[in-house]
């Protein structure tokens, strides 16, 4: 059984940055695609970001693009999500995934974290 749990959320202001992380365990990591999704009230869930495997490629949403970061480190089974010049748009519960497949859809992503709440606001 794989099991995520996100951490590195909060209340921040405009222009302000935040790292979350996602700890996994249960399974070997590296053998799985990784992902970050966020869901804000009233609204689906969105892709925020990808990577692949072995960390040799990401993927970013175009509204993330240039202010957000994926990465992992396979060696502590964890995947994290930098997210710089915070925009109030950006409040969302965040997301960790894990696939098999390279992918930005949800429904590719076998697991799931429990989510971390992120709010901008001044």
């Known amino acids: 059984q794989v099991h995520l749990v996100e951490s590195g959320g909060g209340l921040v202001q405009p222009g302000d940055s935040l790292r979350l992380s996602c700890k996994i365990s249960g399974r070997t990591f590296s053998g799985y695609h990784g992902a970050w999704f966020r869901q804000a009230p009233g609204k689906e869930r969105e892709f925020v970001a990808a990577?692949?495997?072995?960390?040799?490629?990401?993927h970013y949403a175009d509204s993330v693009k240039g202010r957000f970061t994926i990465s992992r480190d396979n060696a502590q089974n964890t995947e994290y999500l930098q997210m710089t010049s915070l925009k109030p748009e950006d409040t969302a519960v965040y997301y960790c995934?894990?696939?098999?497949?390279?992918?930005?859809?949800?429904?590719?992503?076998?697991?799931w974290g429990q989510g971390t709440q992120v709010t901008v606001s001044s």
């Open positions: 990577i692949a495997s072995s960390g040799s490629s990401t």
């Open positions: 995934a894990l696939s098999n497949y390279w992918s930005i859809n949800s429904g590719q992503y076998a697991y």
